[in-house]
């Protein structure tokens, strides 16, 4: 039997109009995900550069720190004991006070090696070693003369209250260097008799072991290539032991040879960023001497900063640990843009279908006119043949009316009859799949009639998620029900649930409204909640609580996750610190819901058991003292 032109002209119709318009959409659906992933990109880069440069400023700010504290203590030895009038009563008995004062200040600090007085011609007065931690002075007849050391002639020249920093290097004894190592950096000064005269160089031998320690604490968090150098471009930390105190040992392994066009422009600067072929750079310039100026309690004169005594703070990543990662952005939004992608698939089939057979019922009126026209002039010469009696021409035009109106009703109901048998087969066709599939004949019919809710919310779910990643803007402060707001978090938070044995159980009491943006409020809440059920996996209990006592609201949320250990507990708000895989965070979200929570004077806590779970308190006053706005 031959097919009906129609038949096979009608799907050929729907799928060239169908093409057409996914085409187009599919286009405007790339250029999105596209610009989504630049963005992306973008993102990461600044958070990486911002991560960078944090550590690299608070690894100098530890070093500036315990420079400030050395001079410091050598500034106050140095006036006090001149104030005492040591030069003019140099006896046994006052050396001997003096090793005492020297012994009980170096048990006490615990950070220097040796701390001496040496006269105008270089001999040792005093000198107290520290030892292992139990500081004992050395006999007079162990007292050396150091009038040969450039670190005394370099003190002795200074012609003011100034401070000499030595270079930083390893302890040296009897010609060979200590060993284990002994990082070492010696600290002078002037000391004067009470008629201002030199008489004398107080030396403090500083163990830089406390120093790097501290630099490595300060930049933990990018310790797999934080480095510090001195101007020659030697490593004096690194995350390469070998590759430390080089210029001891004779090696010539140094930045400026492994990376000599990076070396020349952080040799220049003072601080900055930059990128090149061999990666991320990051760094800023520590000048020793210049501490000296906070560092002197009012008494101690300044010079100008030897600029060619210096120390890099740096950091290095290379291209591979932060190369674009296509792989990566797909695998975490392909969920999101397959949903779009069929989405667009079926929007574009119903505007085909619906066009074309606008198109054919379009067509079929114009069929119908001329088929009108055509029976009119039929009639007419047919009235002309049948004049002769009026009850005939009557009779046939009565007869070619009521052809007319079969006619049009046949087609009527052709047209009706196919627009409804063809979504009455799809309906069928997908009520006998949820049938069939499902065991929970409920629940499945409860899925049925969440199609068409949940393809309208698609547009409300991809405003949302546009509006999430922008600061916060336009939202002034007013009334916010805290728990209308909990109640959006876990509707949001839910959407994300589908699949997974995760129960949300709330316990909301009655509340009093609090002033306040009701976007940050809403993220607090939404991080916190994500955080909890992100712990548990895929099965667990959320359990959510609000309260009143009459000052504060206080909202509690209990996960039955993998809980958090002791050493992790406070460490929870710093900023990038996360125990998950980086696909799963940064470790940016409990700090923003920690410096929101501050904004309005409230407060967050955390109780955890490992293995058991994590209880997180959340507390808002309802008159705070005042509002900080702004604040940081």
């Not at 007079?140 to 030595?166: A, C, H, I, P």
């Not at 930059?274 to 750079?281: C, I, P, S, T, V």
């Not at 978090?489 to 649930?497: C, G, I, N, T």
Request: charge should be negative; include cysteine.
């Amino acid at each position: 039997m031959t097919e009906r032109p129609e038949k096979t002209a009608r799907p050929r119709g729907i799928a060239r109009r169908f093409l057409l318009v996914f085409l187009s959409a599919f286009c405007l659906l790339l250029a999105t995900a596209t610009i989504h992933y630049l963005l992306n990109e973008r993102a990461g880069r600044i958070k990486r550069e911002t991560r960078e440069m944090l550590n690299i400023q608070l690894g100098k700010a530890a070093i500036d720190r315990d420079l400030q504290d050395v001079i410091s203590d050598l500034t106050f030895l140095g006036r006090h004991n001149e104030a005492t009038g040591i030069f003019q009563n140099d006896s046994a008995d006052a050396r001997e006070a003096l090793a005492e004062q020297f012994r009980v200040f170096s048990k006490q600090k615990g950070k220097y090696h040796q701390i001496r007085v040496l006269d105008e011609i270089g001999q040792e007065i005093v000198r107290v070693n520290y030892g292992n931690g139990a500081p004992v002075a050395t006999g007079e007849t162990r007292l050396q003369n150091k009038s040969d050391r450039y670190y005394f002639n370099k003190t002795w020249g200074l012609d003011s209250r100034v401070v000499y920093v030595s270079p930083f290097d390893l302890n040296v004894e009897h010609g060979e260097i200590e060993n284990p190592q002994v990082p070492m950096v010696r600290f002078g000064t002037l000391m004067f008799d009470t008629d201002g005269r030199k008489r004398g160089v107080l030396l403090l031998n500083y163990l830089g072991s406390a120093l790097i320690n501290d630099f490595k604490e300060a930049t933990a968090n990018i310790a797999d290539h934080a480095m510090l150098l001195n101007s020659d471009g030697y490593w004096l930390s690194s995350s390469e032991k070998s590759r430390e105190w080089g210029f001891m040992y004779g090696q010539d392994s140094t930045l400026a040879k492994n990376f000599p066009d990076a070396w020349r422009r952080i040799e220049a600067e003072d601080s900055g960023q930059f990128y090149n072929r061999e990666g991320l750079f990051t760094f800023t310039t520590i000048y020793p001497v210049s501490n000296q100026q906070n560092g002197s309690g009012g008494n101690l004169e300044t010079s100008a900063v030897n600029t060619s005594f210096f120390w890099k703070a740096l950091s290095h990543l290379p291209p591979q640990k932060f190369s674009s990662s296509l792989g990566g952005f797909l695998t975490q939004n392909l969920p999101l843009y397959g949903v779009m992608f069929l989405l667009l698939a079926t929007a574009s089939f119903v505007i085909a279908q619906t066009r074309f057979f606008h198109l054919q019922a379009m067509s079929e009126v114009e069929v119908e006119r001329n088929f009108r026209e055509l029976l009119e002039r039929r009639v007419e010469d047919r009235t002309q043949e049948l004049r002769t009696t009026q009850e005939e021409k009557d009779q046939v035009i009565q007869h070619l009316i009521q052809a007319e109106k079969m006619t049009a009703i046949g087609t009527m109901a052709s047209g009706i009859g196919h627009e409804i048998n063809n979504p009455l087969y799809a309906i069928l066709g997908l009520a006998e799949a949820i049938r069939d599939d499902d065991d929970d004949r409920k629940q499945a019919q409860e899925h049925a009639g969440k199609i068409l809710a949940y393809t309208k919310d698609i547009a409300a779910i991809v405003k949302n998620l546009t509006g999430y990643a922008r600061p916060f803007a336009g939202d002034e402060h007013q009334p916010t029900d805290v728990n209308q707001t909990i109640q959006k978090a876990v509707s949001m938070v839910e959407r994300s649930l589908y699949g997974d044995q995760v129960k949300i159980i709330t316990d909301l009491g009655e509340l009093p409204k609090i002033t306040a943006h009701s976007k940050e409020i809403h993220q607090v809440f939404f991080n916190v909640f994500r955080n909890g059920i992100q712990s548990m996996g895929s099965a667990g209990t959320l359990e959510i609580s609000s309260g009143f006592d009459g000052e504060k609201i206080v909202v509690r949320i209990k996960d039955s996750g993998e809980g958090i250990v002791p050493e992790n507990l406070g460490k929870v708000f710093d900023p990038f610190f996360t125990t998950r895989d980086p696909d799963e965070g940064e470790g940016m979200g409990l700090y923003v819901v920690h410096q929101i929570i501050q904004k309005y004077q409230g407060t967050i806590s955390f109780e955890s058991t490992v293995g058991k779970g994590t209880t997180c308190a959340i507390e808002f006053p309802t008159n705070p003292p005042h509002n900080k706005e702004g604040s940081q």
